[in-house]
């Protein structure tokens, strides 16, 4: 009897558990994507980067003479419906670990196995389980280097090769059309411009892989905190769909600690921020929606999105250059660089007094390599009511963050038009992604801060004293 494989954040043919084992199980395997919330994410950005990667796991398993069956709804229902119409005994998958994904998984597992059918999770997405790491006193970890310390040493098995032969059935369930889901469908700014800045695939994530590891991880140190530099592997977006596995990102990463390349541990650090970000989210669901520290719901964070100061952040218009170039950088391309993503949740959580809610949401509106865990945690962490999260009274200063990173303001002129004579070609794409009802434009002064850096660092410090808890 076939297996149906049942794909979702491991779009994937190498180095997959489920997919290796679905192969080996003997019979036909019958590939499948879902479309629905769970995996979806509820953000348009999100939606078509998704709908790009779908496209191209289907394409490599025709290239190996299967197929990928495209069904939409509830889960359960549509693959008891398939099992009917193709006579499946088992249903294989990799895991997810956010609250709205294991609920889902819990569910469809449990009835499945009353059905006699064989329903087995594998671990694809993660290099660690969230229940195999603990502390020496037992629990989750909550502070990160700890839980650095206690697995950087952990033998990771080598990743597993794309199947040689994946069984093909010798008739094919009906598969819906990708381009009728229409995922590119709420992209108000415009698909086709970050389009062009998307990497798409396994194939893609494998060289980018490559030639970051080449070329950039032995300046990792460094080259990392500079945004106007592609100074890291950009590979989140690609790690986000699982289109690579972080098991061969980690290995490739060992690999380069042995050959002495100098940012290599460094880089391996971060792999494992993503790991710690799951396992919180694993452990403290509600990570992802509440503040993880619950005494924080008392501070006096403005939730109005209406706000205009709300409005200057999300368009770019805050008169803070830092600000303002990151917000457009993740408008045009959908994706942001690592410092500035800390420098504008700073700005919007501390200088603006916002609740770090409506920063996440814009974020899973525009990011490509949105993700549950690592968003709810750059959140809470920049807001300083996450776990391990830098303390609210220590607020980055946008300005000399932009003197020390962007000395010679080359990610300011990359994304800022105004003021310039000749603005750059990045700068003026931002100006054609957004809408008109935003009444700006390139030939615009540029602003004066709505809240400038020394005002909001004694506006946040005010606001945290006298804070209720
Ligand atoms: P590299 O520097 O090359 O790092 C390699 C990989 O390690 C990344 O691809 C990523 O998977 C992981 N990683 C690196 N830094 C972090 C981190 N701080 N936390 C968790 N994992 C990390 N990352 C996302 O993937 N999706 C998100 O939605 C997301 N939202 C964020 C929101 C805020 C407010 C902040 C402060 C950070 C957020 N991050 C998020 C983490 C980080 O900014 C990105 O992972 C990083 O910029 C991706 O670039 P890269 O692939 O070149 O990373």
């Given at each position: 009897?076939?297996v149906?494989?049942?794909?979702?954040r491991d779009?994937r043919l190498?180095?997959?558990?489920?997919?290796?084992a679905?192969?080996?199980?003997?019979?036909p395997?019958?590939?499948?994507?879902?479309?629905?919330?769970?995996?979806?994410?509820?953000?348009?950005?999100p939606?078509f980067r998704?709908?790009l990667?779908?496209?191209?796991?289907?394409?490599?398993?025709?290239?190996?003479?299967?197929?990928?069956i495209l069904?939409?709804?509830?889960?359960?229902?549509t693959?008891?419906k398939?099992?009917e119409?193709?006579?499946?005994?088992a249903?294989?998958?990799?895991?997810l670990?956010?609250p709205?994904?294991?609920d889902?998984?819990?569910?469809?597992?449990?009835?499945?196995?009353?059905d006699?059918i064989?329903?087995?999770?594998?671990?694809?997405?993660?290099?660690?389980?969230?229940w195999?790491?603990?502390t020496?006193?037992?629990?989750f970890?909550?502070?990160?280097?700890?839980?650095?310390?206690a697995?950087?040493?952990?033998?990771?098995?080598?990743?597993?090769?794309?199947?040689g032969k994946?069984?093909a059935p010798?008739?094919w369930?009906?598969?819906d059309?990708?381009?009728?889901?229409?995922l590119?469908?709420d992209?108000?700014?415009?698909?086709?411009?970050v389009?062009?800045?998307?990497?798409?695939?396994?194939?893609?994530a494998?060289?980018r892989l490559?030639?970051?590891?080449?070329?950039g991880?032995?300046?990792?140190?460094?080259?990392?905190n500079?945004p106007?530099?592609?100074?890291?592997?950009?590979?989140s977006?690609?790690?986000?769909?699982?289109?690579?596995?972080?098991?061969t990102?980690?290995?490739?990463?060992?690999?380069?600690?042995e050959?002495?390349?100098?940012?290599?541990?460094?880089?391996?650090?971060e792999?494992?921020?993503?790991?710690?970000?799951?396992h919180?989210v694993y452990h403290?669901?509600?990570?992802?929606?509440?503040?993880?520290?619950?005494?924080?719901?008392a501070f006096?964070?403005?939730?109005?999105?209406r706000k205009?100061?709300v409005?200057?952040w999300?368009?770019?218009?805050?008169?803070?250059?830092?600000v303002?170039?990151?917000?457009?950088?993740m408008?045009?391309?959908?994706?942001?660089?690592n410092r500035?993503?800390?420098i504008?949740?700073s700005?919007?959580?501390?200088?603006?007094?916002?609740h770090?809610?409506?920063g996440?949401?814009?974020?899973?509106e525009?990011?490509?390599?949105?993700?549950p865990?690592?968003?709810a945690?750059g959140?809470?962490?920049?807001?300083g009511?996450?776990?391990?999260?830098t303390?609210?009274?220590r607020v980055?200063?946008?300005?000399?963050?932009l003197?020390k990173f962007?000395?010679?303001?080359d990610?300011?002129?990359?994304?800022?038009?105004?003021?310039?004579?000749?603005?750059?070609?990045?700068a003026?794409?931002y100006f054609?992604a957004?809408?008109?009802?935003?009444?700006?434009?390139p030939?615009?002064?540029?602003l004066d801060p709505?809240?400038?850096?020394?005002e909001?660092?004694?506006?946040a410090?005010?606001?945290?004293?006298?804070r209720d808890?």
């Amino acid at each position: 009897r076939p297996v149906l494989m049942w794909f979702r954040r491991d779009l994937r043919l190498g180095d997959n558990p489920a997919l290796t084992a679905a192969c080996k199980r003997g019979g036909p395997v019958i590939p499948v994507f879902l479309h629905d919330e769970v995996v979806d994410g509820q953000g348009a950005a999100p939606r078509f980067r998704l709908g790009l990667s779908v496209e191209s796991l289907a394409k490599s398993l025709e290239e190996k003479g299967s197929r990928l069956i495209l069904r939409r709804g509830d889960a359960l229902p549509t693959l008891r419906k398939l099992i009917e119409e193709t006579g499946a005994g088992a249903v294989y998958w990799s895991r997810l670990y956010d609250p709205d994904a294991i609920d889902r998984d819990t569910k469809v597992k449990e009835a499945l196995k009353e059905d006699g059918i064989e329903a087995e999770s594998f671990r694809g997405h993660l290099l660690f389980e969230p229940w195999t790491v603990e502390t020496k006193t037992g629990g989750f970890y909550k502070v990160y280097t700890p839980m650095w310390k206690a697995v950087k040493g952990t033998d990771i098995d080598a990743p597993l090769s794309r199947p040689g032969k994946i069984p093909a059935p010798d008739t094919w369930p009906d598969s819906d059309n990708l381009a009728d889901w229409h995922l590119a469908k709420d992209m108000r700014r415009g698909a086709d411009i970050v389009a062009r800045y998307v990497t798409v695939g396994e194939d893609a994530a494998s060289s980018r892989l490559g030639s970051f590891i080449a070329n950039g991880i032995a300046d990792y140190d460094t080259a990392r905190n500079l945004p106007w530099k592609e100074g890291t592997s950009h590979l989140s977006e690609n790690l986000t769909y699982g289109e690579i596995s972080p098991r061969t990102c980690w290995h490739s990463g060992i690999r380069a600690r042995e050959e002495g390349k100098g940012g290599a541990e460094t880089w391996l650090k971060e792999l494992v921020w993503r790991e710690f970000a799951y396992h919180l989210v694993y452990h403290t669901p509600r990570i992802t929606t509440a503040n993880w520290r619950e005494d924080w719901d008392a501070f006096p964070w403005n939730e109005d999105e209406r706000k205009a100061e709300v409005k200057a952040w999300k368009q770019g218009r805050t008169g803070i250059r830092f600000v303002d170039a990151a917000m457009r950088e993740m408008y045009v391309t959908g994706h942001m660089h690592n410092r500035a993503r800390m420098i504008v949740a700073s700005y919007l959580t501390k200088h603006l007094l916002c609740h770090w809610k409506i920063g996440l949401d814009w974020f899973e509106e525009h990011l490509i390599d949105w993700d549950p865990a690592s968003n709810a945690l750059g959140w809470q962490w920049s807001a300083g009511s996450g776990p391990d999260a830098t303390p609210y009274f220590r607020v980055f200063n946008p300005v000399t963050q932009l003197d020390k990173f962007d000395k010679n303001r080359d990610y300011v002129s990359a994304w800022i038009a105004e003021g310039y004579d000749s603005p750059s070609k990045t700068a003026l794409e931002y100006f054609q992604a957004i809408p008109e009802h935003w009444h700006m434009s390139p030939n615009d002064p540029y602003l004066d801060p709505i809240v400038t850096a020394d005002e909001g660092r004694k506006r946040a410090l005010n606001a945290y004293e006298n804070r209720d808890f």
